[in-house]
């Protein structure tokens, strides 16, 4: 059964630090991993990577894949009060179709 | 892209009654769609995955005759909870999940179920 992990689970940060957030995942037919962050509504989309050591980059948040490794990483650089929500990672296998399947999740606060 | 809509965005019903759920993608024509439920500060837990013109699959766990999903056209799934208690108050959201290989999920805006 595909799996798809999380961590940390929550995490508290002053303004500025640097974040990252982990995913790792075990997927029959790998498609394509994606990172959403959600406020308080349906989540907003960040990212899509399906290739291996290409970074994406938009603005201050960044994310990679290591296909090899089985693992994601999205950075937060320069932290603010705004990018408190609960980060989710998910996973698309092509055996499942169009369904993805989600991590935990990571809470993420930044205090001022 | 695809757009998703959902509705409605809240409701509060009372123990025993039924609620129905709707999720119209507006712009796609969406053979599966699926199901979330969500608790405060938790993942998007899939309930179902909703097939046109056939039975929904459920994921284990989740109780069919309690959820009952209707997937009649290629535009509009519904979500019903039937007798709805105040353990089923969460916040249930929709998604016709990755229209083509390249591109995001697209989920409706959830809707937060209050029971009481």
């Known amino acids: 059964e595909d799996k798809v992990v999380q ?15 982990n995913c790792s995942y075990e997927v029959t037919n790998f498609r394509s991993l994606l990172w959403y962050k959600q406020e308080k509504k349906a989540p907003t ?11 994406k980059k938009s ?11 089985l693992f994601s990483i999205l950075n937060i650089t320069a932290t603010q009060t705004g990018d408190s ?5 998910a996973v698309g296998d092509v055996k499942y179709g169009n369904k993805l399947v989600f991590g935990a999740g990571t809470i993420l606060r930044v205090k001022s | ?21 709707e999720c119209r993608s507006l712009d796609f024509q969406a053979t599966t769609m699926f199901w979330y439920r969500q608790f405060p500060k938790q993942s998007l837990m899939l309930m179902a995955t ?19 999903i209707n997937h009649a056209s290629l535009t509009l799934s519904t979500l019903t909870v039937t007798s709805a208690h105040p353990e089923d108050s969460s916040f249930y959201i929709c998604s016709v999940g990755q229209t083509q290989m390249n591109t995001e999920a697209f989920f409706g ?8």
């Open chain 2, 109 to 116: 805006q959830g809707t937060r179920l209050t029971v009481v």
């Open chain 1, 7 to 21: 961590s940390p689970l929550s995490l508290v940060v002053h303004e500025g630090d640097t974040v990252t957030l």
């Open chain 2, 50 to 68: 909703s097939n046109e013109g056939s039975k929904a699959t459920y994921e284990q766990g989740v109780e069919k005759d309690k959820f009952l």
């Open chain 1, 45 to 55: 989309f960040l990212f899509m990577l399906t290739s291996s050591g290409i970074e």
């Open chain 2, 1 to 21: 892209g695809a757009v998703v809509s959902q509705h409605p965005s809240w409701v509060i019903c009372k123990s025993g009654t039924s609620v129905k759920i």
């Open chain 1, 59 to 69: 603005g201050r948040l960044s994310s990679i894949l290591d296909k090899k490794e």
């Open chain 1, 85 to 89: 929500a609960v980060y989710l990672c």
